[in-house]
């Protein structure tokens, strides 16, 4: 009998000699995961911008404000509304539930913040004094067009802003002179009232340094004196209301900085007026600081003044620019009294700059 007839017989070989290799056999592929699908890629990619517009409307004002980069951010905050919708779409087509969890999450946190916002508000208090503002930008059309709106608007104050003393002094005044007993217009900015106006007062923000050219923003004549505010006393019948009339340098993208003048301009502001002990006060005017910016706390609650917009709008009364407002710059702050309504009016002879803007307040 063959050994190797035996089953399980395993030739033994000599001292040394190694055994033959195997033969080669077929390579074997690897298993290849799948890749995802394009619908679950879109679901993990609205998920993730979801939670990051989460994660911007709760925490923007712990961020480091590094060259001004959030304060930008933070002025279009309202409009995060536009994306967190089509967010919100795109979750649903993808039918993705973590990311439909993750956009209804941002829309409850955007509700949250600015919903209330979408809602009238205001004191069911009469008013006492109506208040117009615009920023003209030394434009004679839209100077002529406030200088009829206000008097048919029945404003008791008009204050207007980026007005040239040579526009201050033409013919486009006149309805606004005729209707009014009393004004002031000095550096570039203007008031008309129905009472007394007393001890008008240039404020220094350091924003513009004056020379003897004739520029609208500059005190003619009289070099190097700065100006960004002024201060009047209008003698009401309620008594006296001290009124800030500013023109705050808009916020610009440069090698300073977002806004870097224009808060230095407001730290300046709120400096000012801190100091100031008047009993019922106003700031009025082109602030250019959205309610949004973390700037905007400085000039309200950090002066003890209330928003007539926040307190009395309806909306986000976005001012600017006129054609198609994006964002409100222009508001009035209160101590000392009550808003009780505040609007934005239409944009007057087609003007392409501010709308203007009309309070009525309780003093």
Do not use: C
Not at 330 to 348: F, M, N, Q, Y
């Amino acid at each position: 009998m063959d050994p190797s007839d035996v089953y399980g017989y395993e030739p033994t070989l000599p001292y040394g000699v190694e055994p033959p290799a195997p033969p080669p056999s077929e390579p074997v592929e690897e298993e290849r995961r799948p890749w995802p699908s394009a619908r679950r890629q879109i679901g993990t990619a609205v998920a993730v911008l979801g939670w990051a517009v989460v994660a911007f409307l709760i925490g923007h004002r712990f961020l480091p404000d590094s060259a001004g980069l959030v304060s930008l951010l933070e002025t279009w905050l309202p409009w995060l509304a536009v994306p967190t919708a089509l967010l919100l779409i795109a979750a649903l087509a993808a039918r993705s539930l973590r990311a439909v969890f993750a956009t209804l999450v941002a829309t409850a946190v955007w509700l949250g913040g600015y919903g209330p916002e979408l809602f009238p508000r205001g004191d069911p208090i009469p008013s006492n004094l109506r208040v117009v503002s615009e920023d003209v930008n030394a434009s004679s059309v839209e100077l002529g067009g406030v200088s009829q709106l206000a008097p048919s608007q029945h404003a008791d104050i008009v204050a207007l802003q980026h007005l040239p003393p040579s526009l201050a002094a033409s013919s486009a005044t006149q309805n606004l002179s005729a209707a009014y007993g009393y004004h002031v217009t000095q550096y570039e900015f203007g008031v008309w009232s129905r009472y007394p106006i007393a001890d008008a007062k240039a404020v220094d923000l350091a924003t513009t340094t004056a020379a003897s050219d004739g520029n609208p923003s500059l005190v003619a004549a009289v070099p190097h004196v700065v100006v960004g505010a002024l201060r009047v006393t209008v003698t009401t019948p309620e008594g006296a209301l001290v009124l800030y009339v500013v023109h705050i340098p808009q916020p610009v993208l440069g090698d300073q900085g977002f806004a870097k003048v224009r808060d230095e301009a407001v730290a300046r502001l709120v400096k000012t007026v801190s100091a100031d002990k008047a009993p019922k006060l106003a700031i009025v005017g082109d602030i250019n600081v959205a309610q949004t910016d973390r700037r905007f706390s400085d000039l309200s609650s950090g002066l003890g003044l209330t928003s007539a917009q926040a307190a009395a709008g309806r909306g986000f009364g976005f001012t600017w620019p006129a054609e198609f407002p994006v964002v409100r710059l222009d508001d009035l702050l209160l101590r000392g009294g009550t808003p009780v309504r505040s609007v934005v009016l239409p944009a007057l002879s087609g003007g392409k700059s501010h709308l203007p803007i009309e309070i009525d307040l309780h003093l």
